[in-house]
């Protein structure tokens, strides 16, 4: 429009000054006209070029931000596909550690169950015991509940003879009012453990040490309580302890005749507990 308008222009005033006689005056001003109209054109010319290139850029500008919207969306689509599965994942993952908590608290639930029944057959056993062998308190035996077992602790002049591997009357009619409840207990396992002071062992023939001595009497008293006595043999074992775990410290001749003993260590038998573990 503006490039039309200069041409009319411009050829309007051609026409004039070929048609009429103009005076120098009107000639120099549409001369003056002429001229700036001319660079007028130019510098139109110049912004004319100067937006195309600007536009040519914004066009080019928008193409690269479409390009990149384009890429942002596909972008967040696997994004959100992503993190749908992962959110898909994550339940079902959640949901599996939920289930395995649940068995986890069933199963501690019986395992606190069983360990209460032990712990409660354990103290009816300690009381069976106490009454069985109440004559021989006062001859050195003691039943104590520790830890879920019962330990019935037997002094060794309750036993035997001084230095002997041999039980006396008076220690089998003690053995003998045990196994009586031991063989009621047949879930009961029996663990016998010989214990001896520090006092090193003399002229005792076959018997060089006081492990020899600690694990003959238990050894002796095994063999009591399954032969004579009939408890089961495979309920039993024997073990010997030597002078290395006192009751207390070998100072005087009363301690260590309390560090003298045969201790029987129940322990109810925890197949079922272990079964449960197992699963």
Known sequence: ???????????????????????????????????????????????????????????YDTTVLNGMIKNLKSELEDSEVKLNALKTNSNAEINKLLADLKVRESRLKEVEEILNKREEASQQLKEKLQNALLGFTKNGLSVELKNGKVYVSLTDKLLFPSGSIIIDERGKQALTGLAEVLKQQPEINIAVEGHTDNQKVNNLGQIKDNWDLSVLRATSVVRFLTEVTKVEQIRMTATGKGEFQPLVPNVSSEDRSKNRRIEIVLSPKLDELYELIKK
Request: aromatic share 6%; charged share 25%.
């Open 1 to 59: 429009m503006k490039h039309s308008i200069l041409i009319s222009t411009i050829s309007l005033l051609l026409f004039l000054s070929s048609c009429v006689i103009l005076s120098p005056k009107k000639y120099n001003s549409l001369l003056a006209k002429q001229d700036s109209l001319s660079k007028g054109w130019g510098e139109a010319q110049v912004k004319i070029e100067d937006l195309e290139k600007y536009i040519s850029k914004l066009r």
